[in-house]
């Protein structure tokens, strides 16, 4: 088998006249953390269903761990962990039981399956609850317990869909602080996200997706660098005042994006523009100094934000 | 780990993982199905078999259909109609959880499960709960006297495979609902009811209109009640009636589930 876990060619996917997915290529290495950022309706569920050996493809080759998901699905399936993007818990089951349930549907012994429940409540931080329903688990526990369940098996590919949509602040940082556990256990996860910071924490290597292609592809340090300045600053001058201000702003740094609401001015030195604006005279109500960030890598590359 | 990775392939009889989940489940439910398994008969023994049976008695003899009392007459068709309502509440409701409110299937189809797995795992639990519905039914028409004929066992694996034949049906069916209010209505209203009413339950199909035979034919009911009272008192049927009624509910069985084994694979593939 090649070093490549996942080998994605040509893929694509339509659905009556719709393209979902539309012709993409990459790879995922044994080990790495891959994600795939881009905002909802991006094609990026669909590409992750299809490699999950859930969803058949219209053209293009995929190869999971050397396998083709159309033809040996359930084979693939053994080897995957996947948290979908929309907990399937059996609610009616405690925890514990299901988690049992779901390392018995990979058909692993009872003595076995029995043996991880304990760490696997550790890990998902739900010793307490092991007994509960799973119907009276709040959100940020319902998810980990999809997450402990996608281990039961032992996983080489852990695949995680939108894992923290829907979570409050508190939540989402217990969860990436589990799965970047998972990563230093050296676990490949393959990752889809619409949240920026979330690619940033826990992906070694992403593609930026819009509209079923690939926007751009690399570490969130190599787009950062390649498609924005090392620093933005944020100015609003009030709705109206915005687009008035825009061209004399735009004399002054690299690059600006004017958004509804504010002014994105691209510069390697944010507080020397600032002073600059303010030397010329305008005084904006609002400032912001920050560093690039993928968000500002998806505006440059579609002139859209990630969360509309 | 690398002890697990030898032992991890497909399993071998993926259905049997998703009866002992389902099973899990179920039994959650077992005062509730066991009390329906229990109340159900005795309301209808009471009411039917006794009230309706004595007026029988009272107006055409002790042996007015068919030579048997009331009773002996009506427990293979209510023997069936239970198997045929405990199938199908354990088909319908697992299937719309499954795949419309819990969406369970979903997160079994990402295991090494697939669609015919799983359906033929909800399947067979909704056959375990049949079988229970029925020996405690069988009992309870024992205990009224109308399991009296000494063939009267033979009623048990009839009613059976009706529950089957009906439950394969609505298994297929209940994978195709996406809007549960219209298809709870027009199975509760214009299928079970008309297919109790209308099958020889209470007295012989031929007693009806011509025109109305119509719906005995195509109820599994009444098939499985016209062998049920072939077996259990002798009921005259002729050669070619007692094919027709076996292969009537075998095809049921049959197509119901290639259909429901396609459909909950297109499914989950959506």
Redesign the interface.
Same mark, same amino acid.
Request: proline residues 6%.
């Given at each position: 088998m090649s070093e490549n876990l996942i080998e994605v060619r040509g893929l694509t996917k339509k659905y009556d006249n719709f393209v979902a997915v539309d012709g993409i290529d990459f790879s995922v290495r044994k080990s790495e953390s891959f994600g795939l950022l881009g905002p909802n309706g991006a094609g990026k569920s669909t590409t992750m269903r299809i490699i999950?050996a859930?969803?058949?493809r219209t053209s293009g080759e995929v190869l999971v761990l050397g396998k083709d998901p159309e033809k040996e699905?359930?084979?693939i399936? $053994?080897?995957?962990g996947?948290v979908?993007q929309?907990d399937?818990?059996? /609610?009616?089951?405690t925890v514990t039981?299901n988690l049992y /349930?779901?390392g018995?549907?990979?058909?692993?012994?009872k003595k076995?399956v029995k043996s991880k429940i304990n760490d696997l409540l550790e890990f998902a931080q739900l010793e307490e609850k092991r007994d509960t329903k799973v119907e009276t688990l709040s959100g940020g526990m319902k998810r980990r317990l999809t997450i402990a369940?996608?281990l039961v098996?032992?996983p080489d590919i852990l695949i995680l869909d939108e894992p923290t949509t829907g979570l409050d602040p508190q939540a989402r940082h217990i969860l990436w602080d589990r799965l970047f556990r998972l990563k230093e256990d050296g676990i490949t996860l393959l990752i889809t996200t619409h949240y920026m910071d979330e690619a940033e924490q826990l992906c070694d290597r992403l593609i930026v997706m819009d509209k079923g292609k690939i926007m751009a592809e690399g570490s969130p340090v190599e787009l950062i660098k390649r498609y924005s300045t090392r620093e933005v600053l944020e100015v609003r001058f009030g709705s109206n005042r915005n687009a008035e201000v825009a061209p004399v702003l735009e004399q002054l740094c690299e690059r600006i994006e004017v958004l509804p609401d504010r002014i994105l001015l691209y510069t390697e030195d944010a507080e020397e523009v600032l002073e600059n604006i303010v030397g010329a005279g305008h005084h904006p109500n609002t400032s912001l100094v920050r560093r690039s960030s993928l968000e500002d890598v998806f505006l440059r590359l579609t002139g859209r934000s990630l969360i509309e | 780990?690398s002890a697990?990775?030898e032992?991890?392939?497909?399993?071998?009889f993926?259905a049997f993982?998703?009866l002992?989940?389902r099973m899990? $489940?179920m039994l959650?439910f077992f005062w509730v199905i066991a009390s329906i398994a229990i109340l159900n008969p005795v309301l209808y023994l009471v009411s039917i078999g006794l009230g309706v049976g004595t007026l029988i008695t009272n107006n055409i003899g002790p042996n007015g259909i068919d030579g048997v009392s009331y009773l002996t007459f009506i427990a293979p068709a209510l023997l069936a109609t239970s198997a045929i309502q405990g199938a199908m509440d354990e088909v319908i409701f697992p299937t719309l959880d499954g795949f419309k409110w $819990?969406?369970?299937?979903?997160? /079994?189809?990402?295991?090494?499960?697939?669609g015919s797995t799983i359906a033929a795992g909800v399947f067979l639990t909704a056959m375990v709960r049949t079988v229970g519905s029925v020996l405690a039914y069988s009992g309870i028409l024992y205990l009224f006297g109308a399991m009296d004929s000494p063939n009267a066992y033979l009623a048990v694996p009839i009613a059976i495979l009706a529950g089957a034949s009906f439950g394969a049906v609505m298994l297929a069916l209940a994978s195709h609902v996406n809007s549960e209010d219209l298809f709870f209505t027009i199975v509760g209203r214009f299928v079970i009811g008309p297919m109790f009413l209308f099958s020889g339950t209470f007295y012989p199909l031929g007693t009806l209109p011509i025109g109305l035979q119509f719906f005995g034919w195509i109820s599994p009911l009444w098939h499985a009640t016209e062998l049920g009272r072939f077996a259990t008192y002798g009921h005259h049927i002729n050669a070619t009636m007692l094919v027709v009624h076996s292969l009537f509910l075998l095809a049921m069985l049959v197509l119901g589930l290639i259909f429901a084994f396609k459909q909950y694979t297109r499914r989950? $593939?959506?």
């Open positions: 999950a859930t969803s058949q699905g359930p084979q399936r $053994a080897h995957l996947v979908p929309q399937n818990l059996d /609610i009616q089951l039981e /349930i779901y018995r549907y990979f058909g692993l012994s076995f369940r996608s098996s032992e | 780990m697990l990775k032992e991890r392939s497909i399993p071998k993926g993982y998703v002992e989940a899990k $489940a959650k $819990a969406k369970i299937f979903y997160g /079994i189809n990402s295991t090494p499960q697939t989950l $593939a959506k």
